[in-house]
């Protein structure tokens, strides 16, 4: 499980809490943390627990989760029923990488939590990037917006991404196998589709425990 993102949900509402985190366990790649009601347990988990990604919201009853959110070194989506155009400046001027109303469904939160880990994949291999490597990552956090890089497919990514029939999630080894290259040529074209949103990858876990990569084209993707 060591390569799940670690979530922390900071909610006063102990169900709303509580469905959130089952909707975050629900995405391959992500794991939910006890969630926490308040800005001194929020700040108390974060310290000794370091999540990944916290999930905030804006209403708590020892302070605005807005001025807690100026206080977190950490990655943090705004989950918040607060909808005036205040709060939401606020959050996105104090670096909240999303702001997501409630209420909102299990896809929606899903969705956003797969744009963020496409966004960690573009800016987690290397520690120089170009311009367009930031836009890339920029463009990731917004749920949805699978736009081509623009640049041109080479004929492997374009067989690799042929390979993978709709609906369909497949191993590296076995797009290799289907596209007739190595299997670190099949992970390397994977990963680069992955970073451009047109394929997306799940986490399967074995009877070792050890996850495994799947890898399948979006749905939003797929031909009619």
Do not use: C, W
Request: aromatic share 6%; glycine share 6%.
């Amino acid at each position: 499980m060591s390569e799940d993102f670690r979530v922390l949900i900071v909610d006063d509402d102990f169900h709303v809490a509580k469905l959130h985190a089952a909707y975050v366990d629900s995405v391959a790649g992500f794991l939910a943390l006890a969630p926490v009601g308040s800005t001194a347990q929020a700040l108390q988990s974060v310290h000794s627990l370091r999540p990944d990604l916290v999930l905030l919201d804006v209403y708590l009853p020892d302070g605005s989760g807005l001025d807690l959110l100026g206080q977190l070194d950490v990655d943090a989506m705004m989950l918040t029923a607060a909808s005036d155009a205040v709060s939401i400046r606020t959050a996105l001027r104090r670096g909240a990488l999303a702001y997501l109303l409630k209420p909102f469904t299990a896809e929606s939160l899903s969705q956003q939590l797969r744009s963020y880990a496409r966004y960690r994949r573009i800016l987690g291999r290397q520690h120089a990037v170009d311009q367009d490597t930031i836009e890339r990552a920029k463009r990731a956090l917004v749920a949805g917006d699978v736009a081509p890089s623009g640049k041109p497919r080479s004929a492997t990514e374009a067989s690799v991404l042929e390979s993978l029939a709709p609906g369909e999630q497949y191993s590296a080894t076995e797009v290799a196998e289907r596209v007739g290259v190595s299997r670190a040529t099949a992970q390397r074209y994977l990963s680069s589709l992955a970073d451009d949103g047109a394929v997306e990858i799940q986490l399967r876990y074995g009877s070792t425990g050890r996850p495994e990569h799947r890898y399948g084209v979006p749905a939003r993707l797929s031909p009619n």
